[in-house]
Antibody
Framework: EVQLQESGPGLVKPSQSLSLTCSVT????????WGWIRKFPGNKMEWMGY???????SYNPSLKSRISITRDTSKNQFFLQLNSVTTEDTATYYC???????WGQGVMVTVSS | DVVMTQTPVSLSVAIGQPASISCKSS???????????LNWLLQRPGQSPKRLIY???KLDSGIPDRFSGSGSETDFTLKISRVEADDLGVYYCLQGTHFPYTFGAGTKLELK
């Protein structure tokens, strides 16, 4: 069974970087595409980007140059880094397979001083 | 970006009654492959989103056939033939045809 699990700090200070890890079991990340999605307070959802089986990436232009998705194939993990965060980046962050059929449980990140 | 206009914002339905959610996209969701990448997700309280339907009308494994999806081009509908208590939560449409992928604003289904 494919399982995804996010991990990372729940509190980040404004202007710093947010870094999260998604650990995948039951499926190799060198197959398929793997992405990050966030849900803001309220119901708004935003697709952030993905990393492909080959390591190429695609990002939501709304995040401009602040986002980076990388991976460690030896650990079957992929990572999200979001730079220069503001309070508007406060959200629950999910990792998911790009077909949206498998999701992690989500990690709530608050940006606050 | 493709705007997904989802209605209604909330829906109050009695157990055993039908429910319907609409999702309209600002441009056609037919991709270059000829496929239409329109998904429906349900997020139950305290859980992560769960995909119910993909490619407009294909039910995911384990999803009861009380759920059905239909539509084409820019106009899509999710129907529940008989609502059960387990159906409560927020429903989202999600398009995966055009970058960046975009979600509807969500429809909260509550019990009457």
């Amino acid at each position: 069974e494919v399982q995804l699990q996010e991990s990372g700090p729940g509190l980040v200070k404004p202007s710093q970087s947010l870094s999260l890890t998604c650990s995948v079991t039951g499926y190799s990340i060198t197959s398929n595409y793997w992405g990050w999605i966030r849900k803001f307070p309220g119901n708004k959802m935003e697709w952030m980007g993905y990393i492909s089986y080959s390591g190429s990436t695609s990002y939501n232009p709304s995040l401009k140059s602040r986002i980076s998705i990388t991976r460690d194939t030896s650990k079957n993990q992929f990572f999200l880094q979001l730079n220069s965060v503001t309070t508007e980046d406060t959200a629950t962050y999910y990792c998911a397979r790009w077909t949206f059929d498998y999701w992690g449980q989500g990690v709530m990140v608050t940006v606050s001083s | 970006d493709v705007v997904m206009t989802q209605t209604p914002v909330s829906l109050s339905v009695a157990i055993g009654q039908p429910a319907s959610i609409s999702c309209k996209s600002s441009q056609s969701l037919v991709g270059t492959s000829g496929k239409t990448y329109l998904n429906w997700l349900l997020q139950r309280p305290g859980q992560s989103p769960k995909r119910l339907i993909y490619l407009v009308s294909k039910l995911d494994s384990g999803i009861p056939d009380r759920f059905s999806g239909s539509g084409s081009e820019t106009d899509f509908t999710l129907k529940i033939s008989r609502v059960e208590a387990d159906d409560l939560g927020v429903y989202y449409c999600l398009q995966g045809t055009h970058f960046p992928y975009t979600f509807g604003a969500g429809t909260k289904l509550e019990l009457k």
